[in-house]
T-cell receptor
């Protein structure tokens, strides 16, 4: 079974600053996908960013970027120029054969 | 617009009764849908994989007789919580898998259903 670990229950960031969320995972597979999802207070899950394990280049989506270290099984999310709308719970997820395994989540608070 | 809908968004039922939650894929046909359960301030836990035209596949520890899943068409999957008890109160989320060349390996999530059992 795959295990996804998010060691930071809560993170706080000043508006316009940068915050990095950590995620590690455990797998014996070589081909898989990793995701970061955002869950705002509405509880609608929103895909933030996706990373294919076979790609060495780190994925980027506007202000969101990842640092994917395959050998270390690490997949951190960096949110740059944080905005008030970024406040949410963020989940790291591992996908193999269409099934998603989620980490415990990190609650991000943005200070105005 | 929304890709996946769930109905109802919030339901309150009495202990011992059954409640049905619907998950609809609005934009495409889905042979595979997933049901998750989320307790307050906790992560999503996969309960089962719903396959159109066949029996659902349940994760370890999930009672298949309590959580009945029916994937009767390519756009609809239902989750029925039978003989509900207060400990079944939770947030239930479905997701729809979409594969193919255009959008590979994407899961679209419904807005969730809050179940409260009194």
């Amino acid at each position: 079974a795959q295990t996804v670990t998010q060691s930071q229950p809560e993170m706080s960031v000043q508006e316009a600053e940068t915050v990095t969320l950590s995620c590690t995972y455990d797998t014996s597979e070589s081909d898989y996908y990793l995701f970061w999802y955002k869950q705002p207070p509405s509880r609608q899950m929103i895909l933030v960013i996706r990373q294919e394990a076979y790609k060495q280049q780190n994925a980027t989506e506007n202000r969101f970027s990842v640092n994917f270290q395959k050998a270390a099984k690490s997949f951190s999310l960096k949110i740059s120029d944080s905005q008030l709308g970024d406040a949410a719970m963020y989940f790291c997820a591992y996908r193999k054969d269409y099934k998603l395994s989620f980490g415990a989540g990190t609650t991000v608070t943005v200070r105005a | 617009g929304a890709v996946v809908s769930q109905h109802p968004s919030w339901v309150i039922c009495k202990s011992g009764t059954s409640v049905k939650i619907e998950c609809r894929s609005l934009d495409f046909q889905a042979t595979t849908m997933f049901w998750y359960r989320q307790f307050p301030k906790q992560s999503l836990m996969l309960m089962a994989t719903s396959n159109e035209g066949s029996k659902a596949t349940y994760e370890q520890g999930v009672e298949k007789d309590k959580f009945l899943i029916n994937h009767a068409s390519l756009t609809l999957s239902t989750l029925t919580v039978t003989s509900a008890h207060p400990e079944d109160s939770s947030f239930y989320i479905c997701s729809v898998h979409r594969g193919g060349a255009l959008v590979p390996y994407e899961q679209y999530f419904g807005p969730g259903t809050r179940l409260t059992v009194t």
